[in-house]
């Protein structure tokens, strides 16, 4: 029985539940909600008084929050924090736009990627620069310009829309610019949670501290001709207008051609990789966008009422960026440990690889997300299928359930699975 109903069948034995908090707890099934750890944890399993909280606070923010105010009697134990957001994370702010990230820095739970949200205006440009990261981003509104070369010299440009992705490989030089009318934006992923987007090897940078006479020597030209190079960094600047596409790649075109793998791909024009009535969820990895080798991800939609089922992930910890609509996740660890967090949109979740979870949408209208992985594929275990994987006695004498019960698990779900 999930959470919501279960709360929902002990709401009028709430009175009953305080008096019975007051006599201690009890193992599960001793009139106690909750885990079966003693004492018993939750507002439903102890007085008013023991709950009030008239200190100083700020409504604003706890309001955000929750489950973190009035947590399940189900939580248990503390957890590393696995909310963050872009929504309080501060903006370097220049001529072209804006970024702001949540790196490892910040939130120690995020080791595996890091997270930048970034705004070109009309007419802005990122300038060119690479990486010692591999950088996976997604359109999140307007229309952007990338060019990238590749290690053969090959260089490629293209236009993206809002739902695309692209993925630079550690080390390729590319640059990023707004292609109008109102600006773009996107959030990128490295796969380092410590590496930072105001941390990068900038061409402006290496050519101001490059000898004259080296880069008169390297590129065949006069000293002179290198006089008005900027002394300072651009990062993100006013730009010019861009040019049409084809003859931005004309300009470029070189005998050795473009480069042998697509550096884009359009994940708002695939087709959902599953469907159910709660849902759909889109899976991009290196089988659909080989190039992606360390970046997998899938975009999840869930309908109000819906829930991404119970479930976790084997093979790498899943980094989240809430887009859309209201979410409530709890996570499980051993020990036991389970906390539950609140996200709206510009939120950012992590979960430990191997930790299981599942999202309810809290709101009115569809919750959409991106579960991202430092990972070549997508790989998921869902607790519905082992359940009904598993020998139904064997399930049957854990759970303590009339095995007639356990039809349920082989019903097909309407939540979204993977």
């Known amino acids: 029985m999930g959470l919501l109903s279960r709360r929902s069948l002990l709401a009028a034995g709430a009175a009953a539940g305080s008096v019975a908090a007051t006599q201690g707890a009890s193992a599960q099934g001793g009139g106690v909600f909750g885990n079966p750890d003693r004492p018993a944890e939750g507002r439903i399993n102890t007085t008013p008084d023991a709950f009030s909280d008239p200190g100083p606070k700020n409504p604003g923010l706890t309001s955000q929050f929750p489950s973190f105010q009035d947590p399940p009697a189900t939580d248990v134990a503390g957890m590393d924090l696995f909310w963050a957001s872009f929504n309080n994370a501060h903006k370097r702010v220049q001529s072209g736009g804006w970024a702001r990230e949540v790196t490892q820095a910040d939130f120690a739970v995020s080791n595996a990627v890091s997270g930048v949200n970034m705004r070109l205006s009309t007419g802005g440009v990122r300038e060119l620069h690479w990486h010692q990261q591999a950088e996976w981003a997604v359109m999140v509104d307007g229309q952007c310009r990338i060019s990238v070369l590749d290690v053969e010299g090959r260089p490629a440009v ?108 359009s994940m708002i024009d695939m087709k959902p990789s599953k469907i159910t009535k709660g849902g759909e969820v889109k899976i991009i990895d290196s089988r659909n966008f080989p190039v992606s080798t360390n970046i997998a991800a899938a975009l999840v939609t869930v309908k109000p009422g819906g829930m991404r089922e119970l479930h976790w992930h084997p093979n790498a910890d899943e980094w ?60 998921e275990v869902s607790l519905s299928q082992w359940m009904a994987g598993t020998p139904p006695d064997l399930v049957a004498s854990h759970l303590n359930m009339d095995p007639k019960l356990l039809a349920k698990f082989r019903t097909p779900r309407v939540v979204v699975p993977s």
């Not at 692209?166 to 109102?182: C, E, I, T």
């Not at 709890?330 to 191997?354: E, I, L, M, R």
């Open 158 to 265: 293209r236009d993206l829309k809002q739902g695309d992705l692209w993925y630079f490989p550690p080390g390729l030089p590319h640059a990023l610019q707004d292609l109008g009318p109102s600006g773009a934006e996107f959030v990128l992923v490295f796969d380092n949670g410590r590496a930072s987007e105001f941390n990068t090897l900038l061409l402006t940078e290496w050519m101001a501290h490059t000898p004259p006479e080296v880069l008169a020597e390297n590129f065949d030209l006069p000293v002179d001709a290198f006089k008005n190079i900027p002394i300072d960094d651009l990062w993100i600047y006013q730009g010019p207008p861009p040019m049409a596409l084809a003859d931005a790649q004309a300009a470029v075109r070189t005998p050795l051609g473009e480069p042998d793998v697509e550096y884009t791909f």
């Open 320 to 379: 989240q960026y809430y887009i859309t609509g209201q979410a409530r996740m709890t996570v499980f660890n051993t020990g036991p440990k389970a906390q539950t967090a609140d996200f709206c949109p510009g939120d950012v979740g992590v979960v430990k690889k191997s930790f299981g979870h599942y999202i309810q949408n809290t709101g009115t209208t569809d919750l959409v997300f991106m579960e991202i992985f430092k990972d070549r594929q997508y790989q």
